[in-house]
């Protein structure tokens, strides 16, 4: 049986939150690394994209592991696995390695509890399980940056303290969670793989209105909160870390408040939703550019805002467009390949700080936005040529569905 009650409740949203504060606690303390360690950008930025490489294998397999050894279990494994991941952080004033072993760390954390403890909540929440999933996650997500930036800011200890804080309340949480009922796996073996699971990620619709979106999501959030603040570094010195950690909360939590309003644009047999979120993320990328131009921490801040629309715009549309054309058994693998798509927009950072040595940012993001003026008219001229199926599932998914 789920498990029940409003302190179960709590307690596995506590979790989705902790989840998102480690991963995104990483966004103001990079920008200490590069004050006070003095490391290069194209070393944090390489740092941060490792989190990429635990993130995306522990999102397609989290909900198959608790499946199979039970969802209290592994909701709590990664539990321990994020505390790890802070503590180790906190060893990067006497070793650059630390900080790559726990970002990969953090993702693996990351992946799992952003997935199977998001099913946890919707067992335990008949109805609005789910919707409570997408609001602690995003809670994380945007607070995490913020709390450690303000630590980072006024607290001794700059880079230590910040991720001993978030170990400290991961492990305060593997305790409360400890007597939480365990739920039982739907199936120790999976059913073989059908030519059915296949068929939403072959349609045209998908391949061609779906997909070429989807970079979008993740590129949208890591332009925000890691490549513009550094930028304009030299305007907020004596504040970087705190403004750094103000615009990530700008830009996630404009990104959930919101999708309620993809879900009321998106209409089916139509990809105006999926066509606004992308044209929200170049018009973002073209006020980062200028914000960048002008060194302007104001105009950072907008172009977050704008991205943090862009972002959430073109998840819920993304995923409004999963749940009408795919069959239930195939929902996790078009859920699963989306996913993993959406999060390939985690390079760009990297691809500008490579990038960096023969252009300068402010070309460079008008290009990007150009790239995503193409994909937005392969999006529209797909989605003329292929309209809907039948809605094959009844089911809309949400942010944090498989």
Request: hydrophobic content about 55%.
């Amino acid at each position: 049986m789920p498990p029940r009650g409003e302190r179960a409740r709590l307690l596995i949203a506590a979790t989705l939150v902790v989840g998102g504060w480690g991963a995104n606690q990483f966004t103001p303390l990079s920008v200490a690394y590069r004050l006070d360690q003095g490391w290069s950008t194209l070393r944090v930025v390489a740092m941060f994209t490792t989190y990429l490489l635990g993130l995306v294998p522990a999102l397609l397999l989290g909900c198959r592991a608790a499946d199979r050894f039970g969802v209290r279990r592994v909701v709590r494994l990664a539990l321990a696995l994020t505390a790890v991941a802070s503590c180790v952080l906190a060893l990067s004033v006497v070793s650059e390695a630390a900080v790559y072993v726990s970002r990969l760390s953090t993702g693996v954390a990351t992946g799992v509890i952003v997935s199977a403890a998001a099913a946890w909540l919707g067992q335990s929440s008949q109805g609005s399980g789910t919707r409570y999933a997408v609001y602690a996650t995003g809670t994380g997500f945007a607070f995490g940056p913020l709390a450690a930036g303000a630590m980072v800011e006024w607290l001794p200890h700059p880079l230590v303290l910040p991720p001993l804080v978030h170990a400290v309340l991961a492990l305060l949480l593997l305790r409360a969670t400890a007597n939480l009922p365990e739920t039982a796996g739907r199936r120790a073996v999976r059913q073989h793989v059908s030519a059915e699971r296949w068929s939403a990620v072959t349609h045209p619709r998908f391949v061609g209105v779906v997909l070429p979106a989807s970079p979008a999501v993740f590129a949208a959030v890591t332009v925000s909160y890691v490549v513009l603040p550094p930028l304009v570094v030299d305007r907020i010195h004596d504040y970087a870390p705190l403004f750094s950690g103000l615009v990530a909360a700008v830009t996630l939590t404009v990104g959930l408040l919101v999708q309620p309003a993809a879900a009321r644009i998106d209409r089916p047999g139509s990809a105006r939703a999926t066509l606004i979120a992308m044209a929200t993320v170049v018009i973002g990328l073209l006020v980062g550019s200028v914000a960048v131009d002008r060194a302007s921490p104001v105009a950072v801040v907008a172009a977050a805002v704008v991205l943090g629309a862009g972002y959430g715009l073109t998840l819920e549309s993304g995923l409004a467009e999963i749940g009408r054309l795919a069959s239930p058994s195939a929902l996790p693998t078009a859920a699963a390949l989306f996913q993993g798509v959406a999060h390939s927009g985690f390079l760009a950072p990297l691809v500008l700080a490579i990038s960096a040595r023969s252009a300068s940012y402010q070309e460079m993001l008008v290009v990007l936005a150009l790239v995503g003026l193409v994909f937005l008219t392969v999006a529209a001229v797909y989605s003329r040529k292929h309209g809907h199926p039948e809605p094959s599932s009844g089911e809309r998914l949400t942010s944090w569905d498989e």
